[in-house]
């Protein structure tokens, strides 16, 4: 993703960063239609509501963006991808031209088009936006739909959630919310380094972290990984994942944790509801602070989820 404020990019450069956002929420959509198991209702429902909030949520900022691009360019002529002015055309030919409306567009306060149009100054039709805010009207109904049949289902999340509060509790700990998109576990190893050992840490750190621990030791791992369908790891296999944790918005899970573990040389503690507490790195560092973390299995319907645990 670009670096760069809304403002100070072209809407080409824009559209294709949605592009490739689009393909990342695509990715990670994929992964989630996975953790639902064949014949599991109540799986498929939650995870049906978090997908459509995933892609209202993604819709929604994207509109807000390409909005806050076009008033940039109030009595001007906003730059449209794959649209190139005609050669020998003036700059005042070119905005006359592109100011006036399609003929199959009807004029504004008549009938002939259901959509309330949105234009750019000069009478211009954003297209992208109406595309977008079409998407997320048809994302919220989806979403409605899901939440509706969801009522009077169990909820697990809060079950689990409340199991979890009670069990830290009994240690004098609370559970601090991680975000979850994607790098919750990076995260909430991070906000363990800046609140308890003095560090400055962010996700992005602590990713670089893992997987460059994860290459040094590739024996320790390797063997221990496998693809969904059993098959274990290539070497070209290990180095892709490798990569994706590195540079990627794909969950971590129990290896990654023992890598930070050893990377970090720091002992992790990582709590949940149906299980004694995991510890991981206690012996070869057991005279550091430990990472104190919650594992959320049914958290947001996303399947592995971890938030970081705080001292009362």
Same mark, same amino acid.
């Given at each position: 993703m670009s670096?760069?404020?809304?403002?100070?990019?072209t809407l080409?450069?824009l559209e294709l960063?949605?592009?490739?956002?689009s393909?990342e929420?695509?990715?990670?959509i994929?992964a989630?239609?996975k953790?639902?198991?064949?014949g599991?209702?109540r799986?498929?429902?939650e995870v049906?509501?978090d997908?459509?909030?995933l892609?209202?949520q993604?819709?929604?900022?994207?509109?807000a963006e390409i909005?806050?691009?076009?008033?940039n360019?109030?009595?001007s002529?906003v730059p449209i991808?794959?649209?190139?002015p005609?050669p020998?055309?003036d700059a005042a030919?070119?905005?006359a031209?592109?100011?006036?409306?399609p003929s199959?567009?009807?004029p504004?306060g008549?009938?002939?088009?259901?959509d309330n149009?949105?234009?750019?100054?000069?009478g211009?039709?954003n297209?992208?936006?109406?595309r977008?805010?079409r998407?997320a009207q048809?994302?919220q109904?989806?979403?409605a739909?899901a939440?509706?049949?969801?009522?009077?289902?169990?909820d697990v999340?809060?079950?689990?959630?409340?199991a979890i509060?009670?069990l830290v509790?009994?240690d004098g700990?609370?559970v601090?919310?991680?975000?979850?998109? +994607?790098?919750?576990? =990076? #995260? $909430?190893f991070?906000?363990?380094l800046?609140? /308890? *050992?003095?560090?400055?840490?962010?996700?992005?750190?602590?990713?670089r972290?893992?997987a460059?621990?994860?290459r040094r030791c590739?024996?320790?791992?390797m063997?221990?990984?496998?693809?969904d369908?059993?098959?274990?790891?290539?070497?070209?296999?290990?180095?892709?994942?490798?990569d994706?944790?590195?540079?990627?918005a794909?969950?971590g899970?129990?290896?990654?944790i023992i890598a930070?573990?050893?990377?970090?040389?720091l002992p992790?503690l990582?709590?949940?509801?149906?299980?004694p507490?995991l510890?991981? +790195?206690?012996n070869? =560092? #057991? $005279?550091?602070e430990?990472?104190?973390?919650? /594992? *959320?299995?049914h958290?947001y319907?996303?399947?592995?989820?971890?938030?970081s645990l705080?001292?009362?």
């Open positions: 670096s760069l404020p809304i403002t100070e990019i080409e450069e960063r949605h592009r490739k956002e393909k929420l695509l990715a990670r994929t989630l239609k953790t639902v198991s064949k599991d209702k799986k498929k429902k049906a509501v997908i459509a909030a892609e209202t993604q819709s929604e900022r994207h509109a909005s806050q691009l076009t008033s360019f109030s009595g002529t991808a794959g649209v190139s005609i020998g055309q030919a070119a905005t031209s592109d100011s006036e409306p199959t567009i009807a504004t008549q009938s002939g088009n259901s149009l949105d234009r750019r100054p000069g211009k039709v297209k992208a936006k109406q977008l805010q998407k048809e994302l109904r989806i979403q739909e939440e509706k049949e969801a009522e009077g289902m169990v999340a809060a079950i689990e959630s409340s509060d009670r509790a009994n700990l609370k601090r919310q991680i975000s979850a998109d +994607g790098h919750c576990l =990076y #995260s $909430a991070a906000d363990q800046c609140t /308890y *050992h003095g560090q400055s840490a962010s996700y992005p750190d602590m990713r972290r893992a460059e621990y994860m590739r024996d320790d791992f063997p221990f990984m496998a693809h369908n059993g098959d274990s790891f290539s070497i070209s296999d290990y180095d892709n994942h490798c994706s944790v590195e540079r990627s794909e969950w899970g129990h290896q990654e930070l573990s050893h990377a970090l040389q992790v990582v709590y949940q509801s149906d299980a507490v510890r991981i +790195g206690d070869e =560092y #057991s $005279a550091n430990p990472v104190r973390l919650s /594992y *959320h299995r958290a319907g996303l399947g592995e989820h971890y938030n705080h001292k009362n």
